[in-house]
C-alpha cells in the first residue's frame, strides 16, 4: 500500500517535472500597428523630397554684378558703333562736298564767253578763296581784254573728279575734264586735262585756294576742223 501511494504521488510531480523540461513555444509578437502603417505608406507614396534651398546672397549679388556688366558692355558697343557710322558719314558727305566744289570750280574757270564776262568772275569768286581769289581778281581785267580781243568762247566737261586726301579742313582733288573753245583764230578742243585743285573749308564750305595745271604743254590740244554748225557739250 505505502509503495502504491507512493507511487502514485511521485507520478504528478514527474508528469509536473517532465512537462516543464519541455520547450515553450515562442510567444508572438503582436504587429506594431505604427509600423505597418508606416510600411504601407513607404509602398504606397512616394518619399518627399527635401526642398532646394535658397539661393545665397553671394549667389544673388554676383548675378546682379554680371548682369550690370554686360549691360555696361552693351551700352559701350552700341555708342561705339554710332560713333563708327557717323563719322564715316561725315566722311562721305565732306568726300561729297569736296567732289562738287571742285567739279564746279573747274567747269567755271574754264568756260566763258566774251560777250558776259562778268557771269564767268562771279562763278569763279564765289567757288575760291585766299590767294587764287585775290589773284584772280587782280588779274581779271587782263583775262577779259584778251577774251573780248579774240572773241574769246569757252566750255568745260567735267568727266571725273579723284579726292586724293581730306584732313581737317583741307582737301586736295583731280579733276579730269574736255575743253571746247573758240574765237578769232578758229576752234580748239583739249581733251582730258588734269588739274589739280587744293581746298579749304571757309565757314563751313569748301573753297578752291590753289590751281596747278598738270597738263604739258600741247597735251591733249587739237584743232577742230571746219563744221557748218560746231557742237558744244554743255557745262556740268
Known sequence: MSDTSASETSTPTE??????????PAEEKAPD????????????????EA????PSRNAFRAAVALAIVFFIGTV????????????????????AGVES??????????????????KTKQNVIALSA????????QNFGGLSALFTTTKGQSTATVKDVFVSGIQNDTATAIVVLDERGEGTSGER????????????????????????????????ASPVPNQSTPTTAPAK
Request: glycine letters at 6%.
Open 51 to 54: 526642398e532646394p534651398k535658397p
Open 130 to 137: 585766299g590767294k587764287f581769289q585775290t589773284d584772280y581778281e
Open 76 to 95: 559701350v558697343a552700341v555708342v561705339f558703333a554710332a560713333q563708327q557710322h557717323r563719322q564715316l558719314q561725315q566722311s562721305k558727305d565732306a568726300r
Open 101 to 118: 566744289v571742285a567739279s564746279r570750280f573747274a567747269s567755271a574757270v574754264l568756260t566763258y564767253d566774251y560777250r558776259d564776262l562778268d
Open 189 to 220: 578742243l583739249n581733251v582730258d586735262w588734269y588739274l589739280r585743285l587744293s581746298l579749304v573749308k571757309v565757314k563751313g564750305n569748301w573753297r578752291v585756294d590753289d590751281l596747278i595745271n598738270l597738263n604739258f604743254a600741247g597735251q591733249g
Open 33 to 48: 500597428e505604427g509600423t505597418d502603417d508606416a510600411a504601407g505608406e513607404e509602398a504606397g507614396e512616394p518619399a518627399v
Open 15 to 24: 508528469t509536473s517535472t517532465q512537462t516543464d523540461d519541455q520547450p515553450k
